[in-house]
């Protein structure tokens, strides 16, 4: 099972579309995390038992999956803090050590969002995963690719997200 993991909060995101679609598309079960809002700040006084229930969920569910798929967007040159505040979370737990993980950058701005996956690189490697080359792939999607169904309209859009997420399956 993959999990795929947005990390925008803004309804009608793209990067939310991008993994309804990959949910949609794929052969593979994926389960997506929607309780990005829900996380409290991260606190190391507060990583003990007994969690808060949203870290404790988050926990269980990376635990659970063969792999780790994520949209996420920059901002302000950056990854989103709430986006941020959920990897802080999964540092000391070890619930990401060694699972394959990828990405799709679905940013339409010239600058690509560059920023945030260099950042998000830089993370993932405190977190002990194995990133799929691969699967950490650049789709653009604007907010006209998207249908009245929420899902990414365009093909080869599609198709791309498709291969990026057999390809991080294949890996797990």
């Known amino acids: 099972m993959i999990l795929s993991v947005c990390g925008s909060l803004r309804d009608g995101s793209t990067n939310a579309a991008v993994l309804r ?9 994926i389960d ?13 006084d507060d990583d003990h038992e007994p969690l808060h229930p949203a ?3 988050l926990r269980a569910r990376l635990t659970a ?3 780790v798929l994520i949209c996420t967007p920059e901002y302000a040159g950056a990854l989103p803090g709430s986006f941020k505040n959920l990897l802080d979370w999964s540092v000391g737990a070890e619930t990401m050590q060694d699972k394959p993980v990828g990405w799709i950058n679905a940013s339409w701005a010239a ?4 920023n945030a996956h260099a950042s998000l690189r830089i993370v993932l490697g405190y977190l002990n995963v194995r990133i799929v080359e691969d699967a950490c792939v650049h789709i653009p999607v604007g907010r006209t690719s998207l249908g009245e169904d929420g899902l990414v309209q ?7 997200i498709a291969a990026a997420v057999a390809t991080l ?3 797990s």
């Open 55 to 57: 870290v404790a969920d």
């Open 32 to 44: 997506a995390y929607t309780k990005l809002g829900e996380l409290p700040p991260f606190n190391p």
């Open 21 to 29: 679609t990959a949910k949609a598309l794929a052969q593979e079960d």
């Open 65 to 67: 999956a063969d792999a």
């Open 154 to 160: 365009d093909p080869a859009a599609r198709e791309a």
């Open 169 to 171: 399956a294949k890996a």
């Open 111 to 114: 600058t690509g969002a560059a």
